[in-house]
């Protein structure tokens, strides 16, 4: 599977946007960008997914640069609930990897009130 | 969204006792679902793919023997930890993916923590 690189820590202030950073050179054309976030003591939950285009939900935005060799995850307005560990993971979107996922090491973001 | 649970949420055994924990796909039908551990302080570790009706696909390292599992049904797999041994204390994560979603976005259990004394 291909790796992502993220960084181990990051911090934000309380109702301010955070942009959480995501290296994948080595994608590949199948491979889709998921993010998942794991609260303290519970499974992950996902945020959010994209393959080519940008993408928004309830929860967040998904930048994916034009290479797509990285993508920003945003949070428009941290809350102390949004503080985890966010998760980028490259999923290949063929049938020969069975749908699995392959944690990396997470960017662990704090947010302050 | 679809929920998945898992029970026990914990568990304390003795070394060289066998520990099975269930994750139950609730509202969907989940022809394959996933095994992960986490240590402390460190991500997820994916053990093994289950799919329903046959043998579970284990990843590199992973010893099928100690770790079994069955999907007997659409809607649940086990776990079982045999002869437990404290290095096996760890956070045990499930997830199941929807059939037919070609983003294979997951859904997670709330994992069951385990302690081998």
């Known amino acids: 599977d291909a790796k992502t690189t993220q960084p181990n820590s990051m911090e934000s202030n309380e109702e301010e946007p955070v942009h959480l950073p995501c290296n994948h050179s080595?994608?590949?054309?199948?491979?889709?960008i998921h993010w998942y976030r794991q609260l303290p003591s519970q499974g992950p939950e996902y945020v959010i997914h994209?393959?080519?285009s940008n993408v928004n939900n309830r929860m967040a935005s998904l930048a994916i640069a034009e290479d797509r060799k990285s993508s920003t995850l945003i949070l428009h307005r941290a809350t102390l609930r949004d503080a985890a560990v966010y998760y980028c993971?490259?999923?290949?979107?063929?049938?020969?990897?069975?749908?699995?996922?392959?944690f990396g090491q997470g960017t662990e973001l704090s947010v302050k009130p | 969204g679809a929920v998945v649970s898992q029970h026990p949420s914990w568990v304390i055994c003795k070394s060289g006792t066998s520990v099975k924990i269930e994750c139950r796909s609730l509202?969907?039908?989940?022809?394959?679902m996933f095994w992960y551990r986490q240590f402390p302080k460190q991500s997820l570790m994916l053990m093994a793919t289950?799919?329903?009706?046959?043998?579970?696909?284990?990843e590199q390292g992973v010893e099928k023997d100690k770790f079994l599992i069955n999907h007997a049904s659409l809607t649940l797999s086990t776990l079982t930890v045999t002869s437990a041994h404290p290095e096996d204390s760890s956070f045990y994560i499930c997830?199941?993916?929807?059939?037919?979603?070609?983003?294979?976005?997951?859904?997670f259990g709330p994992g069951t923590r385990l302690t081998v004394t």
């Open positions: 997830s199941a993916r929807i059939p037919g979603s070609s983003s294979y976005e997951q859904y």
């Open positions: 080595t994608i590949s054309g199948t491979d889709y």
């Open positions: 994209g393959l080519t």
């Open positions: 993971i490259l999923r290949d979107g063929g049938y020969n990897q069975g749908g699995k996922l392959i």
């Open positions: 509202d969907f039908q989940a022809t394959t």
């Open positions: 289950s799919n329903e009706g046959s043998k579970a696909t284990y």
